[in-house]
């Protein structure tokens, strides 16, 4: 079976395998605490827009800092060393 390489965030430099099913299970299921992260995200991301009267662009910069904190997968393979 193919692995496929995954970072913790988007700033995380070394990757770590896994199984694209175990992966998709855990996007299926939200995870231990990935279910919980992306509901803050997406109530953060409401709240700027009224706040700023549905200016988007103020919006997702406010939670911007947040999504880069998610996991990231790379889906076309497996990668070894860091990114730079």
Known sequence: MSLI???TCAIEKKPSDFDPGKILQ???TGGKRLKQRILQIR????????ITNGDRKK???AID????KLPGVTW???FSGARR
């Open 26 to 28: 855990t996007i299926r």
């Open 59 to 61: 919006a997702k910069a």
């Open 65 to 68: 800092g947040l999504k880069k």
């Open 43 to 50: 109530n953060r991301f409401e709240a700027e827009l009224a």
């Open 76 to 78: 076309s393979g497996q």
């Open 5 to 7: 390489s995954a970072f």
